[in-house]
């Protein structure tokens, strides 16, 4: 029952920080380790699949009508061989140009920040710390006057290099996407809008590369039960963050994201310094 909980918790934790913009990767490396869980919940593979399988869950159950629209908007620029005027056509194509730089460096270095970040816990805080510093930059020297419809080829690959900066546990995928969408001009709902979209085939696309590690055989430390529970739980608190993130940006700034990735910095690294 012990396991259950915890596993419910984490995914919790999974499903509301990967969207909402304070980093999931720093929260599922830290809390374990605070909260001082046992060794499967930070070294588990197959768990960790699962809870990115909840997440893409939330992300195709939310932009599922989005998701129709932009493939048949694709289809039918390959069909005709032309963008023309369609904002959808053009959209589906940004969107998967976003994917490329993050795939590269993700294929290439995923594994060596993994393991690196997950024995050297204390540059996590500092990298909060960036994360933040990122996010103000973007609300403080960003013009916020562009939607989706003004997106250009190269906003899509800045975005989407910046994206292979959320390999550092404590930057955010979102985050930094977010904030690189602010600076080259998108409006706040915009960007988090880009940044959910461009997400899915990243999400899809990690959770396919860490299955190769489970379908090698890896023993699993979990019952089905603790391993759906952490998966259901992260799809539902997905859902909602998403949900919350993007009716908060159309009136409100990430100030509030800025703070607590600031003081989830500082309480983590006087709790890891102390113990």
Not at 7 to 25: D, K, N, R
Not at 211 to 223: H, K, M, N, Q
């Amino acid at each position: 029952m012990e396991l259950l909980l915890q596993a419910i918790i984490q995914g919790v934790v999974q499903g509301l920080t990967e969207f909402l913009p304070i980093s999931s990767s720093a929260h599922l490396i830290l809390l374990p380790r605070l909260l001082g869980w046992d060794d499967p919940f930070l070294t588990s593979a197959e768990f960790d699949v699962m809870l990115h399988l909840g997440t893409l869950g939330a992300l195709l159950v939310y932009f599922w009508r989005d998701l129709i629209r932009l493939g048949i908007a694709w289809l039918a620029s390959i069909r005709h061989r032309r963008l023309g005027e369609d904002p959808d056509r053009r959209l589906a194509w940004l969107l998967l140009l976003t994917v490329i730089p993050a795939a590269l460096v993700g294929a290439l270095f995923e594994d060596f920040f993994d393991e690196t970040f997950r024995d050297v816990l204390l540059v996590i805080p500092l990298l909060l710390v960036v994360g933040a510093g990122m996010l103000a930059f973007g609300e403080r020297f960003g013009r916020r006057d562009r939607g989706l419809d003004k997106l250009r080829v190269r906003d899509a690959l800045v975005i989407g290099m910046a994206q292979a900066l959320a390999l550092f546990p404590g930057i955010s995928r979102s985050g930094v996407t977010i904030a690189a969408g602010l600076v080259l001009g998108l409006d706040r709902a915009a960007a988090a809008r880009f940044a959910f979209l461009m997400g899915i085939p990243i999400i899809a696309g990690a959770g396919l590369w860490k299955l190769r590690v489970i379908v090698a055989g890896e023993t699993s430390a979990f019952e089905p039960l603790v391993l759906a529970a952490g998966m259901t739980a992260s799809a539902l608190a997905g859902l909602a963050a998403i949900a919350f993130l993007l009716r908060y940006l159309r009136t409100r700034s990430t100030g509030i994201f800025i703070v607590y990735r600031l003081l989830f910095a500082a309480v983590a690294a006087v709790l890891l310094i102390t113990r």
